[in-house]
C-alpha cells in the first residue's frame, strides 16, 4: 500500500472519474427538466470522463455545478453548463506544465482553480500566475524534476503520470501567507505549485512527490477524510508551523515517508545529504507520536498509514 504503484493509480483515476460521471448522470435528467442545454453539456462531460483522463477543469465545473445547485443559485448553474458546452476536454499529456491563467485552463477557469485552491478559511492561499519568463524556467525545470523521479524509481514516474494530469504554476500574493503547493479533489489530476519556492531541479521534484502523494490518498479515499477525527481538533504538523486538523497531519506524515523514499534511491545518493534524509526521518517521527496517540483510521486511512509506518520501521 505504500510502495509507488502505477496500475493502482491508474485503477484511483479511474474510479474517481466513473464517480463524478455517475453523479452528473444522477442530476442530468431532473436538470434537463429546468435547462434545455443541460443534458448536452453533462452528456459530453461524462462521455468523456467515461472514455479516460481528463483535464482537471472538468472537476472544477463539477464541483461548482454541485455547489450552484446547493445554493440554488440558477445563474451559476448556467454558467458551468455554458462552459461545459464549450471546453476542450482533450486529455493533457501527465505532468503537463500550465499557467494559473484561462489561456492555459480555458475560458474562466483560472478564478475557478483559484477559488477551489483557497479551500480552507483558516488558512489563506492568494496564488497568481507566473510572468511568462517564470513559466518557461519552470516548465523547464519540471522537465530536469521528472527525469530525477524517473531516474530515482521509474514506478514512482509512471505512478505520478497516472495521478497528475497538470501542474499548475503559480506565485504566492498579496499579504496572505506563502504557500509552497497545493492539491485538492475538487481539482483531481491537478497539483498546484510555487514556482518561486521550488527553484531548481531537485526541490521541484520534491514538490511534485509531495503532491502526488496527497493526491494517492485523495484518490484512494474518494476525497474522505483518512480518520473518523472531528475536522475543529487542531495538532501539531510535521510540515507546517500551523495546526492541522488530524486528516491533515495523517496526509503530511504519509507525504513526509514518500518523500523519504525517493530521497533513499540508490539513484540519488549524490542528490540528497545524509542531513535531509535524517530530517525527513524526524519529521516523520514528529508526525506519527501525534498520529499514533490521536488518530482514529478509516478502514483507508489505517491500510495506507499503516503501510507508511512500516516502510519507516524498515527504513
Known amino acids: ?11 484511483i483515476d479511474r474510479a474517481v472519474r466513473l464517480g463524478v460521471a455517475d453523479s452528473l448522470s444522477e442530476i442530468r435528467a431532473p436538470l434537463a ?28 465545473l463539477y464541483t ?36 494559473l491563467t484561462d489561456a492555459d485552463l480555458g475560458a474562466g477557469m483560472a478564478d475557478r482553480f483559484i477559488r477551489h485552491i483557497d479551500d480552507d478559511p483558516e488558512v489563506a492561499i492568494d496564488a497568481r500566475p507566473l510572468a511568462a519568463d517564470e513559466l518557461d524556467a519552470a516548465t523547464r525545470r519540471l522537465g530536469e524534476a521528472m ?6 524509481d521509474p514506478s514512482l514516474g509512471r ?48 514538490g511534485i512527490v509531495h503532491e502526488a502523494a496527497h493526491a494517492l490518498l485523495l484518490g484512494a479515499s ?5 480518520v473518523h477525527n472531528p475536522g475543529g481538533e487542531r495538532y501539531a504538523s510535521p510540515l507546517r508551523p500551523d495546526e492541522r ?24 545518493a549524490e542528490v540528497f545529504s545524509d542531513a535531509q534524509i535524517a530530517d525527513y526521518m524526524h519529521q516523520f517521527r514528529l508526525g506519527d507520536e501525534i498520529v499514533a496517540e490521536h488518530a482514529i483510521f478509516t478502514p483507508v486511512g489505517k491500510a495506507f498509514y499503516d503501510a507508511a509506518r512500516q516502510y519507516m520501521s524498515g527504513a
Not at 448556467?78 to 486529455?91: F, K, W
Not at 505512478?159 to 500574493?173: D, P
Request: glycine share 8%; charged share 20%.
Open 159 to 206: 505512478e505520478l503520470r497516472a495521478l497528475v494530469r497538470q501542474v499548475v504554476f503559480a506565485k504566492g500574493g498579496g499579504e496572505a501567507p506563502d504557500f509552497g503547493g497545493t492539491t485538492t479533489f475538487y481539482l483531481w489530476g491537478a497539483n498546484v505549485i510555487n514556482a518561486l519556492n521550488h527553484p531548481d531541479a531537485v526541490t521541484l521534484a520534491e
Open 33 to 60: 427538466l429546468q435547462v434545455e442545454s443541460a443534458a448536452p453539456a453533462l452528456d459530453r462531460l461524462c462521455d468523456a470522463l467515461r472514455a479516460g483522463p481528463v483535464p482537471p477543469a472538468v472537476f472544477a
Open 245 to 268: 486538523p488530524m486528516d491533515g497531519i495523517v496526509h503530511a506524515t504519509f507525504v513526509v515517508a514518500r518523500l523519504h523514499y525517493f530521497a533513499t534511491r540508490p539513484a540519488m
Open 147 to 152: 527525469s530525477l523521479v524517473d531516474a530515482a
Open 222 to 226: 474518494l476525497g474522505e477524510p483518512l
Open 64 to 99: 461548482d455545478l454541485a455547489h450552484a445547485l446547493r445554493d440554488e443559485d440558477p445563474g451559476a448553474v448556467m454558467s458551468v453548463l455554458t462552459t461545459a458546452g464549450t471546453i476542450d476536454l482533450r486529455p493533457p499529456g501527465p505532468v503537463q506544465a500550465v499557467n
Open 1 to 11: 500500500m505504500f510502495l509507488p504503484d502505477p496500475d493502482r493509480a491508474a485503477a
